[in-house]
């Protein structure tokens, strides 16, 4: 038998498999479907204060190399969520919730509220949010990222942790780090979508979502390079107390084998989800445990953070 727990923040989960924020999430039917999948945890769609429609159709779309949107946030507002999330407490696995704030003082109202919801395991802060019309995300940031992280930590009674956008320079990994080693965030979660991208239909010479010209967030297999260097990076540059929750390009159990690798402690699932639906987390759970197998592992320590270098 191979045993596929890890923990987070002193969480146990039963296997490190868990839906990124946005993927089948807002509603009560798909939170009570992830509940009942066999992912280790959920977490839910990110809220604002107040609900939010979203941007126009259509506002996801997928590619060859993974998917493209500009969500722009609809989300029924926290209050929704904080008188739903009592009935999510008889599935028996972790709770997350997103909070994705317009302002910081949106963020602090909606964390301290939900810092008394008995439901929840850990909230995670999103820094990176690309997708709502001429709001720059907090993320690139580094300034406005210190003073949202400083006022929501102080706040926030939960453990913490910070959705990050990917980065790709290594004085950006060690700016946003030393600013996490200076905070008692719990976790940080790399990789929200890449922002900005530009899918094109050659047929019909067109782009394929409406909102912002065509332009939106990827994610999909595309993004795992990216995503991976982002969870070992900061791995490697996080004190050692701060976990990494990896997320970007997942699309099998080798993907999910291969964040372990680079240091990742969880694994979220978004673009393929949305593709496949809940059930997926069976299929990527068995070829997880194929190659664990294949390798003779028999727990992910054996396995995490465990990325060779050439020699
Ligand atoms: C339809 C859709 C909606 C998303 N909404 C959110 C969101 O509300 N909050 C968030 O933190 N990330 C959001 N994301 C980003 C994903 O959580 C994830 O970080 C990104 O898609 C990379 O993972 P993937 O390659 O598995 O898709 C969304 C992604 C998709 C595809």
């Given at each position: 038998m191979i045993d596929l727990s890890t923990t987070i923040t002193g969480i146990k989960l039963k296997n490190p498999l868990m839906n990124a924020s946005g993927a089948l999430c807002m509603t009560k039917e798909e939170l009570h479907e992830l509940g009942a999948s066999s992912s280790g945890a959920f977490i839910s769609k990110s809220c604002t204060l107040l609900a939010r429609d979203g941007n126009p159709e259509p506002r996801y779309a997928d590619f060859s190399g993974g998917s493209i949107n500009s969500m722009g946030l609809p989300n029924p507002g926290y209050q929704f969520y904080t008188s739903f999330f009592p009935e999510l407490a008889k599935y028996t696995k972790p709770l997350f919730a997103s909070v994705s704030g317009l302002s910081l003082a949106d963020n602090v109202q909606i964390i301290k509220t939900f810092s008394?919801?008995?439901?929840?395991?850990a909230i995670e802060l999103n820094l990176?949010?690309?997708?709502?019309?001429?709001k720059p995300q907090v993320g690139y940031d580094f300034e406005h990222s210190a003073e949202y992280i400083h006022a929501v930590s102080k706040i926030c009674k939960k453990p913490l942790g910070v959705k990050l956008p990917p980065y790709f320079d290594f004085a950006h990994f060690e700016q946003m780090a030393a600013i996490i080693n200076k905070s008692n965030i719990a976790f940080v979660t790399c990789i929200n979508s890449l922002g900005n991208g530009l899918v094109i239909d050659p047929a019909k010479e067109q782009?394929?979502?409406?909102?912002?010209?065509?332009?939106g967030g990827i994610g999909g297999s595309c993004v795992k390079p990216i995503a991976l260097s982002n969870v070992h990076k900061f791995r490697e540059l996080l004190k050692p107390s701060i976990q990494v929750i990896g997320c970007g390009g997942v699309t099998s159990g080798t993907d999910v084998f291969e964040h372990l690798l680079a240091g990742a402690d969880v694994v979220q699932v978004g673009t393929t989800l949305v593709q496949y639906g809940p059930k997926v987390f069976d299929r990527l759970l068995k070829e997880l445990e194929i190659i664990m197998k294949k390798k003779q592992y028999s727990s992910l320590v054996d396995c995490k953070g465990k990325l060779k270098q050439l020699s």
């Open positions: 008394e919801v008995k439901a929840l395991s990176s949010c690309p997708n709502v019309p001429g782009v394929v979502i409406k909102p912002k010209g065509g332009y």
